[in-house]
């Protein structure tokens, strides 16, 4: 078995113990909050039987072989660390960290202590994502790839009236670019890699953070174009155009409905079944195997991977003047 701790026990954290339950050898021991009362409550919830409200004593209480992290952006990085200074394990919730620097502390330190550190970023672990690595020779030469994601969120009806809540808060490394865009740019780095060149956009709130982004990433024969929201919607799917065809994606996020489109109207199917009723369920199987297997880093959410996702971010940030107090203290 391996034996888990969690790091916010918020509805994020909700979604990987369900997801947990169904990966086999995954076992819940451990819960962390600031709140006493808060931990113990979400631990007889899930059955863990050992609660913290002290980052640095759960770490080295040897009650865990491995830690999920789903705390604020901003405390991600210093909390991993914590804990791979101690050899546990880490998953930890994108973004991995706030920005560069951090990242590459953070792979340093599971370097240095022998242990795995993953980003848990869903959608390149999905089936479908595969499918579409699989098929992508199918459309020829790939010009264009157009990614989207506009989600009006639940929070900024708060934002609007004057309660400014976390996901609008700067102090915590968070934004349209950090908690939504990343999912627009993860894949297109997992399938075509770094581009040549990036050139950004952005609408910053009042609170000092990005409400919505355009970024476009030149490649030597391929030019991207990812946008995205927390202020507004779009029902609009992704695509990946070629010369040949267009793969169409119906979320870039989710990856639940993908086909090929040809020229002459006709379509195909690529996507398949997923466990869409808990869509973390892959990333845990593959942190769990990795652990099992002895591996110290993913073959698909990889360390380059990670690192290459925080570049683009943190300079395309920068484009639009969007700096964090975690970028100030590097």
């Given at each position: ?81 914590i804990f791979m200074q101690h050899g546990v394990h880490v998953l930890c919730e994108k ?195 990795l652990i099992q297997s002895g591996k110290r880093e993913s073959a698909i959410n990889t ?28």
């Amino acid at each position: 078995m391996v034996r888990f701790g969690v790091i916010g026990t918020n509805w994020i954290t909700e979604s990987f113990l369900k997801a947990g339950k169904k990966v086999k050898d995954f076992e819940l021991t451990t819960v962390y909050s600031r709140k006493a009362e808060t931990a113990e409550e979400f631990a007889k919830k899930h059955g863990a039987v050992h609660t913290f409200t002290d980052i640095e004593q759960m770490a080295a209480s040897g009650d865990i072989d491995a830690v999920y992290i789903a705390s604020p952006n901003a405390l991600h990085a210093g909390q991993a660390k914590i804990f791979m200074q101690h050899g546990v394990h880490v998953l930890c919730e994108k973004p991995l960290a706030s920005n560069t620097a951090e990242v590459k502390d953070l792979i340093e330190t599971a370097k240095h202590h022998d242990v795995l550190l993953m980003e848990a970023l869903r959608s390149t672990l999905l089936p479908n994502f595969h499918a579409v690595k699989e098929h992508l020779d199918e459309i020829g030469t790939v010009r264009r790839y157009v990614a989207q994601l506009c989600q009006y969120s639940s929070r900024y009806d708060a934002y609007r009236q004057g309660n400014i809540l976390n996901a609008f808060n700067p102090e915590l490394s968070n934004g349209a670019t950090m908690d939504i865009g990343i999912y627009c740019i993860y894949p297109l780095v997992a399938l075509f890699g770094k581009p040549k060149e990036i050139k950004a956009s952005g609408t910053l709130l009042e609170s000092g953070v990005d409400g919505q982004a355009t970024i476009i990433l030149t490649y030597e024969e391929m030019e991207a174009i990812v946008y995205y929201s927390k202020i507004t919607s779009s029902t609009l799917p992704s695509e990946i155009q070629g010369e040949d065809a267009t793969i169409r994606i119906d979320h870039i996020g989710h990856f639940e409905d993908v086909k090929i489109q040809y020229h002459d109207s006709t379509e195909k199917t690529i996507s398949g079944p997923q466990d869409n009723e808990h869509p973390m369920f892959y990333e845990v199987e593959e942190f769990v195997s990795l652990i099992q297997s002895g591996k110290r880093e993913s073959a698909i959410n990889t360390h380059e991977l990670a690192l290459s996702v925080a570049e683009i971010m943190e300079k395309a940030r920068i484009q639009f003047g969007l700096i964090f107090p975690a970028d100030r203290i590097q």
